[in-house]
């Protein structure tokens, strides 16, 4: 008796729902994006567009075997947009020796149709491997310890259009159409038959 008591003293006391809602606690949209291990071990560059952060992380190897270990890692000198091109330009300072180069880049920074980037290093056109996250993606290539230059190119990068560059274009057809029918100049000229 003591046994059926305690089982169903135990059973009252222990939640019987199978769902659980943390959104009190935590604030879903404060962790948009979960960070992996390539991302923890890795460095980045932090590029502001309209009041927005992005995110590009790099690194070199692609695994954890040289973790620890006393090798030297190439040194990247700069990482800019060029709007231009469409592309990523990244400057190396040093590369002691033949190593695996990779960008995690979001989409929305640097996206190409069909996910067929363009690697350039020191100007010679580089296969590469791509692979892609929900909303990033990873080139990954090789760089040799003379690599200065590496640009990868895609077909949209930010700030194509922003939203106000849109507004502002707009607005100002709108402003041309309205003026030319209000004054139209073509009525005061004169008219040679």
């Known amino acids: 008796m003591i046994k ?41 560059v932090t590029f502001t567009f309209d009041e927005k952060s992005y995110d590009i992380y790099y690194g070199y190897r692609g695994s954890l075997d040289s973790m620890g270990s006393d090798e030297q890692y190439p040194i990247l000198s700069s990482m800019n947009i060029n709007e231009e091109r469409k592309s990523i330009e990244i400057v190396m300072e040093d590369v002691p020796e033949k190593t695996d180069f990779w960008v995690r880049t979001p989409e929305d920074v640097l996206y190409a149709d069909g996910e ?22 990873v080139v990954g290539f090789v760089i ?49 038959n």
């Not at 769902?19 to 948009?32: D, G, L, Q, R, T």
């Not at 560059?165 to 309205?178: A, D, F, M, R």
Request: net charge negative.
């Open 4 to 44: 059926i008591s305690l089982a169903i003293f135990l059973l009252l006391i222990i939640p019987t729902s199978s769902f659980v809602f943390a959104e009190h606690i935590f604030n879903s949209e404060a962790y948009a994006q979960y960070l992996d291990i390539s991302q923890i071990e890795s460095k980045k």
């Open 116 to 137: 067929k980037f363009k690697v350039l290093v020191d100007g010679v056109d580089t296969r590469y491997d791509l692979m892609k996250f929900p909303n990033d993606y």
């Open 144 to 192: 040799s310890e003379d690599t200065k230059n590496i640009e990868i190119i895609g077909t949209r990068v930010i700030p194509e259009f922003g939203a106000y560059s849109v507004l502002i274009l707009g607005i100002t057809i709108l402003g041309l159409v309205y003026f030319t029918h209000k004054f139209s100049f073509g009525n005061s000229l004169p008219r040679i």
